[in-house]
Nanobody, 119 residues
Framework: QVQLVESGGGLVQPGGFLRLSCAAS????????MGWYRQAPGKERELVAA???????TYVDSVKGRFTISRNNTLNTVYLQMNNLKPEDTAVYYC?????????????WGQGTQVTVSS
């Protein structure tokens, strides 16, 4: 059984930083894509950043220059370094991974971690 476990959310003041981590575990053959989505109250879930196994990286425009996504393929882990946080970054952040496992390929989600940016 494949699981994604997130950590690193919390409360931070505007201009501060946080680092999110997400580790995939289980019978994993490979991970095509790992990334982070977020959902603010009353809004749809949106892609924040994603990184493919081939090294392609995508960011939503609102976080470019402030957030950095990285992967450790040996540890099946993805990180999101978030700098210069703004109140509009407040949301529940979800880890996502497209994983090839012993039963095929599937999309998996973490449980979500709250990020609150407020003074």
């Amino acid at each position: 059984q494949v699981q994604l476990v997130e950590s690193g959310g919390g409360l931070v003041q505007p201009g501060g930083f946080l680092r999110l981590s997400c580790a995939a575990s289980g019978r994993i053959f490979s991970i095509n894509k790992m990334g982070w989505y977020r959902q603010a109250p009353g809004k749809e879930r949106e892609l924040v950043a994603a990184a493919t196994s081939g090294g392609s990286i995508t960011y939503v425009d609102s976080v470019k220059g402030r957030f950095t996504i990285s992967r450790n393929n040996t540890l099946n882990t993805v990180y999101l370094q978030m700098n210069n946080l703004k109140p509009e970054d407040t949301a529940v952040y979800y880890c996502y991974a497209r994983i090839i496992h012993n039963y095929g390929t599937g999309d998996f989600w973490g449980q979500g971690t709250q990020v609150t940016v407020s003074s």
